[in-house]
């Protein structure tokens, strides 16, 4: 079974930063494009970050656009997140997704992608 293993959620103050990493697990595969999504208590899961294969293409949702950069390292076959300047409408279950086949643009849609991780949760304080 093909997943995806989020780490790095947790508690932060506002203002302070965090840094979640996705990799997959079960049946190993080659991470193609790359995206985050978030979901907050009571509202629909929405776009947060994209990558695009090989990395040459980013892409994010306004609201965390100039705080948030998403990376690759391919080598480890890994994607992170580095989130700073956290504000508590940040607050949610962020998800790591990743796509089927590869493409040189970064993907802003949920369906675009095939493979979901379980979710890890962040919440920021005021």
Known sequence: QVQLVESGGGLVQAGGSLRLSCAPSG?????????????????????????????GSTDYADSVKDRFTISRNDAKNTVDLQMSSLK??????????????????????????????????VTVSS
């Open 27 to 55: 049946r190993t595969f080659s991470i193609y494009n790359a995206g985050w999504f978030r979901q907050a208590p009571g509202k629909e899961r929405e776009f947060v970050a994209a990558i695009s294969w090989r990395g």
């Open 88 to 121: 508590p409408e940040d607050t949610a279950v962020y998800y790591c997704t990743a796509a089927r086949y590869p493409s040189s643009r970064a993907l802003r849609g949920s369906s675009d992608y095939a493979y979901w991780g379980q979710g890890t949760p």
